[in-house]
């Protein structure tokens, strides 16, 4: 099941918004953010060029 960040979510403890926000960093940014030392494709695209899953 896929999550998507919302915006406007209200959060009751500010560990849970610390959280939502760490996820959405690790599962969604990082691994679609283009790296310059990657040759400037994601890290997703770097690995389906290797051939790696």
Do not use: N, W
Not at 30 to 52: D, F, T
Request: net charge positive.
């Amino acid at each position: 099941m896929q999550r998507r960040h919302r915006v406007g979510k209200q959060y009751p403890k500010r560990e849970e918004a610390t959280q939502d926000i760490f996820v959405y960093i690790k599962v969604f940014y990082i691994r679609r953010h283009c790296h310059s030392p990657l040759g400037y494709y994601s890290p997703v695209e770097v690995q389906a060029r290797m051939g790696v899953s």
